[in-house]
């Protein structure tokens, strides 16, 4: 349908319900009514049909089929009922509309709905509001039945339910009126003693009557108890087990509220103390063995003596017990709901106090007495004597003293125990007394550097501290170390030392009474005078020399070989040195006593090695481009060829370059000079070049009978030629006999202009290509004689 001056209706859906879809649009010019048609998507396909006037712009269709997808089209018409303008829309009208079966309550908070499902929905809508109107709430609900939360308790609700398909949701159901129950009763429990529990809350409004029921944990039979107050106390319960109490109120209508739970322990029995004893291992602590009770969390042991220990388990345990104590100790249980109060108190008297020992005297060497000071109510005493090296003795004694032998070199630890019917006193005082140290055994003197004597001994028992001195011709060196060696450093070349060790102690002082020991340094340092090559590979290096005894070796170190002679005098040689290698040279003296610091290091370098290849190759009549491999060594290099012309050389600092100067047809000689950095030279001769032979000269083209071409050219020597002309039309080739120097070309095609080229033959029948081209234009017409020439 046209638009009338480019104006269409514009058609919308407004709101669809189960059995009605309205529409709006937009005024047509000229229209005085609008008919609006609903047709089915799905057989059967029977419309219906609204009409409306010229001012109206929105519109329903009514008595539709629910969940059904419509075309929807508004046609706007004339007075003769013809349709100017014509727009059309599909939608899909609502589910049907489902009712509710049955709503009711079970939590303070929420109402359960149920209701009937209908064809096409997606879903449910459950209303729920207060008769004020001052709550409204909707519930989106997959399925019946639905729950609507977030609920006052015990408040009267008024619910319906609308179904809803992807487009639209139907009218509210007939609404029905549900009530939320009571709020349950919070419950707070605590348990005074160990068989009762008492429950407390606060009064829960409308509530006529409160029910509770007590279980034992992990059982299911469950003692109900109703009351109007608002607390409960339980009695003749077991002790220390916990108990759950589930509490509900009740309205004027008999209708149970919510429900709340609260669980509680009781109170733990009393424990009863069965053993308190000392540990074996620590007098100082106090074990209180007792029964475990059910129920308890821990427990705690209190002491007369102001002592306590918390525990979780038998026993618990006292820590810093003192001796010559009298302990009475009760114990109680705890847990969560609070102690089960104390036991019956036990008694139990400690330990006596450890002596005070006096000290260690020594009459005479390796014989000791160990004195001590008297302790109440002791019936023995028992000292125990351990040596370092774990030996020990005790002796057991109703004295104040005890005799035991003690050698040179160790440290004894000394310890005395008091005894009664209570038991053995704690560790007091330990006693540490050290002998003398014993000289040590298996002593080494060794030459760890040239100026470096390495002393090692075997350690001493006691030592505290190790002096070493050694003492030479005119200087004297000390090291003190607590370690079993010593270096003593900086010594004088090719010098004897006396050595002294003396063990030391700082209780008992230095043993002076060691063996002496000797020591030889190595050779001094030798100097090298020069080094002397002879000739490319062979080397005369001399050098200082102040100790005849001495075996010299110079070493020659390069990135990749080592070298080496060695000599009793002041020089050796050394042969068969490679090409082109920087060596780094030092000398070094060895005696019996060891290698002496070798001599400051001097730089040697072999002239460089001849390149492995060397390539010439023609550019030009007169220019060559040699290249070659690189050589080691080698910084720069200079290629030359020879003739009896001449010769023509290059210097380069890389492995190739331009030669100029070029002899045609000669037969040169190869050679080049390779340089190192520092200025070594070696000569390198390579298989001879020979250049190529020398292109033509003056070369003409002379017009012949018969449309031919003669090509001419000047030469020295008998060579084979070959001329070619190349045209934009055609090519040609000619070729004379040996010596020649002219050819002729037939039938050639004139009004061309012809490039020539005219090239030795080479004996194996290669073409030169370093001839250089002449262009010519050959005319139709004209002398026979002259050619243009370009």
Known sequence: MACVSNACIILSVFTVTSKSVTVQWSRYPGASSYKITATPKQPPKNPSFSQFGTNDVMGSVNSLIPNTLYEMEVAAMDNSSNVLSQATVEETTAPEVPYITKAYSKHSDSIIVEFNRVPGARKYILRSETKSGEFFLETQVPDSPGVILNLEPHTDYIISVMSANAGSRSQPSLPVTAKTVLAAPRLNASSPDNSTIIVRWDHVAQAALYTLCIFKEGSATCVKHNTTDTSLMFSALEAGTTYCIKGHAWDNNGIPGDDFTVCQITRPSVPVITQIML?????????????????ADHYQAVSSAGETCMSTDSPCVINHVICGQTHTITISAFNQAGSSGPSIPETFITFPCPPEILGVEEPYPANCTLQWGAVDWVDYYIAFVKRDDGTEEFCNTTTRQCNYICNCGFTYFMNVFAYNKAGSSALGQVLNYTTIPCCPTSVSVSLVSPDTLKIVWLPVRGAELYETKAVGTSDVIFCNDTDPQCALSNLRC???????????????GCNNTCELHTGETAPCTPEILSITQVNASYVNVSWSANNTAAVYTVQMVGQTDFHTCQSTGMFCEVPSLPCGTTYEVSAVARTSAGSSYPSY???????????????VRQVTQAMTNVTWSAATGASSYIAALSSLHGMAKCHSLETHCLMGCITCGTNYTVSMMAI?????????????????????????????????????WSSSGAMSYIANLHGSISNYTCTPQLGGKFCDVNNITCGDVYTVVVAPVSRDGTTITLCSK?????????????????
């Open 774 to 790: 002449r262009m010519f234009s050959v005319s139709c017409s004209g002398s026979n004689v002259g050619m243009g020439k370009y």
């Open 676 to 712: 190192s950095r520092t200025g070594h030279q070696s000569e390198c001769i390579y298989r001879g070049f020979s250049s190529y032979a020398c292109c033509p000269t003056h070369v003409k083209l002379y017009r012949m009978s018969n449309h031919s071409i003669r090509v001419s």
């Open 601 to 615: 290091t001097v730089p040697l370098e072999t002239a460089p090695c001849c390149p492995d290849s060397l390539n």
């Open 494 to 508: 090719d010098t004897n030392y006396r050595v002294v060790l003396r063990p030391c102690s700082e209780l008992r």
């Open 279 to 295: 540990s074996f291992t620590d007098p100082q602590v106090l074990f209180v063995n007792f029964t475990v009770v059910r129920g």
